[in-house]
């Protein structure tokens, strides 16, 4: 064992221990803490102080070992941010494909490093923009993608043979890749050489994000070909990014976080196993996406262990060899649900202090959120500043300089240990519920996510927990300082009129044919994705192929707990 | 003796966020009232036959993806076409002060921004909402 201590240690300092509690005893009684009880925003209790003593059993091969070195604890590659930094990725849809697309344009000559994109909400619910379900909708809280010529446009004139594209979106993700690769295809691009992410995580929709359509079990199954076509066709893309995200800005703890992200990365690895897929052939490119939360310490610790548990599970559970199998590589945003709308400016502060966290916590990507980010989807300016901000701390702050600064600290390594420890038995719940899905049947996380929803709420009202300019330093009367971004209703009409027009001119002898293809491969075995592929180059929608899915394996409806 | 209020909380329109209004009718429901969640996904429509069915005193809807425009408004509309414009609406969510004026205007009764806390919530219910009168 490779303790960082020695034994001896612990008998030298003892005296002095003592002496210095006794001192304090002293000065508690004739002066207390400003609270009775420390605790983080997860209101896992933090201690006064932490010494060897809170770190005397860690290995240090073990437990932290060298970055790049199993369990992973400090980093994934041997030189971090030293040989690369980080992927500047900011997420981005506003309208339609072309106003999105400039938006784009703008942020890559800025210096961002990968796109990302958000949709709008028909979009993520598998509706065209024409559905009377889509009313009032369009292009609201990300762009609008209802055909491959809206995906065309969408990436016109950017270097997507360079750039690294990631997609979140969840119920059709396995079309809008369809389209995606289409997309590259007709640009002459090879699709084994194009690079991105779809999120492409149904099971935190149910527990988390609520964009559903089809039923857990068949979810899976889509998301598992997905998985299939990407290990051998896409190699170099992740098919899923298992996102604990949502669950975090739904309310969860920093431990819940990470505990049912894992396990929902389980569940995946499981279906895939299931599948006949080689755990070697796919784990590697399973990525994972984590919020950081304002609470610096916490969050910090949580990365670390995520890759530690990961790493682990990995090793002894799938028994996977290769390497890179046992990576946990994330994708970090900081907290949208951390942010103010009173004092909007201070959102800067936040997001920078929750960025930092996911730098110190070693992410492999980064979004930071907008100052505006609580009111509408960020003006261009706001955007910039969110940019920036990484950029500083890039290149200004220091903080790339060395691997892992904070590793070896008797808090953090003492609260990566409480987080592991704490998660592994969340997990251990779920596995013995009968893994994941039958947890979500259950309405398990669903109801700790509420439960730990509401006991923030109730801290905040009490006072407990301060949220600066919403329960303390309130300016009264505040007039809101910052311009907010205004869709424009009548877009709505311009997208159906395009649709109209894509579906008079396409060949709909063709896409009946196709659709009926894709019907064939639910209602059977085959994998969806060539038929897929086949049927939006012939300009088939989005919904009309999420129909076909819902005909197949009918609609989840939300179960309403509160 | 006057009957206990029954609260609808309604999440209209396909926005998936949902924290807001869970903790929101736990919070009546902790008052002592009677709450009707009605899940996510809701059209106006939808919402508006189940909080005729159901009987309801108010009905709070919730937004944070844009809609809110559109969607608070049709139930409005609709609540008035089916002559059960006595049930008092209110909403919350991200909604920018120019559409408060709207949506006021219309006949929302009142709208809860980000930062409001629960026992002025529930206060609010309180002073304002009666027992429709059949």
């Known amino acids: ?562 | 003796m006057k009957r206990k209020l029954r609260l609808m909380v309604a999440k209209p329109g396909l926005d998936g966020h949902d924290r807001g209004a869970r903790i929101i009718a736990r919070a009546y429901r902790d008052a002592g009232y009677e709450v009707v969640y009605t899940g996510l996904h809701q059209t106006p429509e939808e919402i508006v036959e189940a909080a005729i069915q159901e009987d309801v005193d108010m009905i709070g809807l919730s937004s944070l993806a844009g809609a809110h425009k559109y969607l608070f408004l049709r139930v409005i509309e609709l609540l008035k076409e089916k002559d059960a414009d006595d049930i008092v609406v209110c909403g919350g969510g991200i909604i920018p002060d120019e559409d408060i004026m709207i949506l006021k205007q219309a006949g929302v009764k009142e709208i809860f921004t980000p930062g409001t806390t629960l026992d002025e919530i529930v206060k609010w219910v309180e002073d304002n909402i009666h027992p429709r009168i059949d």
């Open chain 1, 1 to 562: 064992m490779a303790s960082i201590f020695n034994p001896k240690v612990f008998d030298d300092i003892k005296d002095s221990c003592l002496k210095w509690k006794n001192k304090l005893d002293k000065i508690l009684s004739s002066r207390p803490e400003r609270l009775d009880r420390f605790s983080t925003v997860s209101d896992q209790k933090v201690k006064r102080l932490y010494t060897p003593e809170d770190i005397k059993n860690l290995d240090f091969e073990k437990d932290i070992n060298f970055p790049g070195e199993f369990p992973f604890t400090r980093g994934v590659q041997p030189t971090m941010y030293r040989g690369r930094l980080w992927t500047m990725r900011m997420f981005a849809g506003l309208g339609t494909a072309q106003d999105t697309n400039e938006r784009f344009h703008l942020l890559v000559k800025e210096g961002q490093t990968g796109l990302s994109t958000a949709f709008d909400m028909p979009t993520l619910m598998g509706y065209d923009t024409d559905s009377p379900k889509a009313r009032g909708e369009c292009g609201k809280c990300g762009v609008a993608i209802d055909t491959l010529l809206d995906m065309e446009e969408l990436f016109h004139g950017l270097p997507i043979d360079k750039i690294t594209t990631s997609m979140t979106i969840n119920p059709p993700a396995s079309i809008i890749w369809a389209m995606y690769i289409a997309m590259a295809e007709k640009r002459g691009i090879d699709h084994k050489t194009i690079g991105g992410t779809i999120q492409n995580d149904m099971l935190k929709e149910f527990i988390a994000q609520k964009t559903f359509m089809c039923p857990p079990k068949a979810s899976v199954r889509i998301i598992t070909d997905t998985v299939e076509f990407g290990t051998k066709e896409i190699p170099r893309w992740n098919p899923i990014s298992i996102s604990g995200y949502h669950i975090r800005e739904a309310g969860s703890t920093a431990v819940q976080e990470l505990a049912f992200t894992l396990a929902d990365g389980i569940a995946y690895t499981e279906a895939a196993i299931q599948r006949g897929i080689d755990v070697d052939d796919f784990a590697p490119r399973l990525s994972y996406f984590f919020n950081s939360h304002v609470d610096f310490f916490e969050e910090i610790a949580k990365f670390r262990a995520a890759r530690r548990i990961w790493a682990n599970i990995m090793k002894n559970r799938f028994k996977a060899k290769n390497p890179r199998s046992l990576w946990l590589r994330f994708h970090t945003q900081t907290a949208g649900c951390s942010l103010t709308a009173q004092q909007p400016y201070n959102n800067i502060v936040r997001t920078t202090l929750q960025a930092l966290a996911a730098i110190l916590g070693g992410t492999q990507s980064l979004h930071t959120n907008s100052l505006d980010e609580v009111l509408s989807i960020p003006t261009e300016e706001a955007a910039m500043i969110a940019l920036r901000t990484q950029q500083i701390i890039a290149e200004e702050s220091g903080v790339t300089n060395t691997i892992d600064p904070l590793g070896g600290s008797y808090f953090i390594e003492s609260f990566t240990n409480k987080m592991e420890e704490e998660a592994l038995e969340i997990i251990h719940k779920i596995d013995d519920m009968g893994g994941m899905l039958a947890a979500i049947e259950k309405n398990y996380p669903q109801q700790a996510i509420a439960d730990s929803a509401y006991h923030f709420q109730k801290q905040l009202d009490a006072n407990q927990k301060i949220m600066v300019g919403i329960n303390k330093y309130i300016i009264d009367n505040e007039e809101i300082p910052v311009e907010v971004l205004e869709i424009d209703d009548a877009i709505e009409k311009l997208q159906i009129e395009k649709i109209n027009r894509i579906k008079t001119e396409r060949n709909n002898k063709r896409v009946k044919e196709c659709l009926e293809q894709v019907g064939d491969a639910c209602a059977g075995n085959k994998n969806v994705m060539e038929d897929l592929i086949l049927a939006v180059k012939e300009y088939t929608t989005l919904q009309e192929l999420c129909d076909v899915y819902r005909d197949a394996f009918g609609e989840y409806r939300d179960p309403g707990i509160y």
